[in-house]
């Protein structure tokens, strides 16, 4: 039963520029929420998706979408890159209303 | 403003005693609240979780008390292992919100 899957597992990326990270999530979930977790802090809760559609957002600018495919899968894409955005990018699914989310390893970002 | 706090940054424990995280939070329109563990470069892993209805859940080693007048979670583990040695982190969630509220952590090491 293949867990949460993310891609890039790193990834370094420059000021200004844009990035795009994957993640399919666990076998016969449809749910996707996206996590920051900046070094020495909690995951920061980002965006859900469910039924293609955003669902829920927390606390973070427009520089930060996403998109969910039909097959469940998810991206985040973040534009104009600040030095600020360089963390731990975390994936997680569940199904439905079933309240608990499992998490990905995770994608990390530096931003030189 | 942290709804939700671990206020020990780390916690050393001698193997097979106990040991006891805590967590407080102020918003009391959480209902549901869960534990995960966290190796270095590996994604946040369930380890379990309790609904406001509840004050006690019991998986194996693990037990999570839920005080709803005081605001307050403890995750105690019971007998300690060496492999439990990683980062713990409490998180919480309000009904239909979607999202997690997650601490900033307690470094658990357990000393053989």
């Known amino acids: 039963d293949a867990g949460v899957t993310q891609s890039p597992t790193h990834l370094i990326k420059t000021r200004g520029q844009q990035v795009t990270l994957r993640c399919s999530p666990k076998?016969?979930?449809?749910?996707v929420s996206w996590y920051q977790q900046a070094l020495g802090q909690g995951p920061q809760f980002i965006f859900q998706?469910?039924?293609?559609?955003?669902?829920q957002r927390g606390n973070f600018p427009d520089r930060f979408s996403g998109h969910q495919f039909p097959n469940y899968s998810s991206e985040l894409n973040v534009n104009a890159l600040l030095l600020g955005d360089s963390a731990l990018y975390l994936c997680?699914?569940?199904?439905?209303?079933?309240?608990?989310?499992?998490f990905g390893p995770g994608t990390r970002l530096l931003v030189l | 403003d942290q709804q939700v706090k671990q206020n020990s940054p780390s916690l050393s424990v001698q193997e097979g005693r106990i040991s006891i995280l805590n967590c407080d939070y102020t918003?009391?329109?959480?209902?549901?609240f869960l534990w995960y563990k966290k190796y270095p470069a590996e994604g946040p892993t369930f380890l379990i979780s309790?609904?406001?209805?509840?004050d006690k859940n019991e998986d194996g080693r693990f037990t999570v008390f839920l005080n709803k007048s005081a605001k307050h979670l403890s995750l105690h583990i019971v007998p300690s292992q060496p492999g439990d040695s990683a980062v713990y982190f409490c998180?919480?969630?309000?009904?239909?919100?979607?999202?997690?509220?997650f601490g900033t952590g307690t470094r658990l090491k357990v000393l053989a």
């Open positions: 998180a919480a969630s309000e009904g239909g919100t979607y999202k997690y509220i």
């Open positions: 997680a699914s569940n199904q439905g209303a079933e309240e608990t989310q499992y």
């Open positions: 309790i609904s406001s209805i509840k």
């Open positions: 918003n009391s329109m959480f209902d549901y």
């Open positions: 998706y469910y039924e293609e559609e955003e669902r």
């Open positions: 076998s016969g979930h449809d749910t």
